[in-house]
């Protein structure tokens, strides 16, 4: 157990509808991270908070947005969803904005 | 970003050391080595990182080249369990932590 905690576990929902994936990071930890792992992509880094903050911005699609709230915990919203966006979602936590991160154990969304 | 080279697969027998390598030539001074892997489609998990010096810990051993280019992860006795994708990356300064396609490491009885 990793200490990052991913919900739901597994979702599906239909094309054009919107989503909300949930990440709570480790105890402490200030730093989150998002990726995406879609069978031909392999682990795309979406975008990164810290302490509140955007770090760092990956692939992300327009279509996708993220927040880290004042108690850390982060949220990826994902809007007119599509066929392709079909995937694993993982969150990561670390201390820093930097350094060994924890990853939790995903959400897998299904698009049909 | 600095970028990685790993082979794309890579075989292995059981109870043998399992050796991984990885090329950063374009690694700056302030980043750091680090060392993950995914089994199967689960969270990746962190293995090791450094510097410049090698590392040891519980799970592996990592040895950084002089000049820092690149790296080996070594996997003293390979199990079936360390059967999995293993990433090296480099990360630090601006770059942030950015997966590449890694290598399949599969461990045979």
């Known amino acids: 157990d990793s200490g990052v905690t991913q919900t739901p576990k597994h979702l599906i929902t239909a094309t054009g509808q919107r989503v909300t994936l949930r990440c709570s990071p480790r105890?402490?930890?200030?730093?989150v991270y998002w990726y995406q792992q879609s069978l031909d992509q392999g682990l795309q880094f979406l975008i990164q908070?810290?302490?509140?903050?955007?770090?760092a911005k990956g692939n992300i699609l327009e279509r996708f947005s993220a927040q880290q709230f004042p108690d850390l915990h982060s949220e990826l919203n994902l809007s007119s969803l599509e066929l392709g966006d079909s995937a694993l979602y993982f969150c990561?936590?670390?201390?820093?904005?930097?350094?060994?991160?924890?990853f939790g154990q995903g959400t897998r969304l299904t698009v049909v | 970003d600095a970028k990685t080279t790993q082979p794309p697969s890579m075989d292995c027998a059981e109870g043998r050391a399992a050796n991984l390598p990885c090329n950063h030539s374009?690694?700056?001074?302030?980043?750091?080595v680090y060392w993950y892997r995914q089994i199967h489609s689960q969270g990746p998990q962190y293995i090791i990182h450094?510097?410049?010096n090698n590392e040891t810990n519980e799970m592996a051993s990592l040895i950084i080249t002089e000049d820092r280019k690149s790296s080996t992860l070594i996997l003293p006795h390979a199990t079936l369990r360390d059967t999995a994708v293993y990433y090296c990356?480099?990360?630090?300064?601006?770059?942030?932590?950015?997966f590449g396609k890694g290598t399949m490491l599969l461990v045979s009885p």
């Open positions: 374009t690694i700056s001074g302030n980043e750091y």
């Open positions: 450094g510097l410049k």
């Open positions: 990561a936590s670390s201390v820093a904005s930097r350094g060994r991160a924890f």
């Open positions: 908070y810290y302490n509140g903050e955007e770090r």
């Open positions: 105890s402490g930890d200030l730093s």
């Open positions: 990356i480099v990360e630090g300064g601006y770059s942030t932590l950015t």
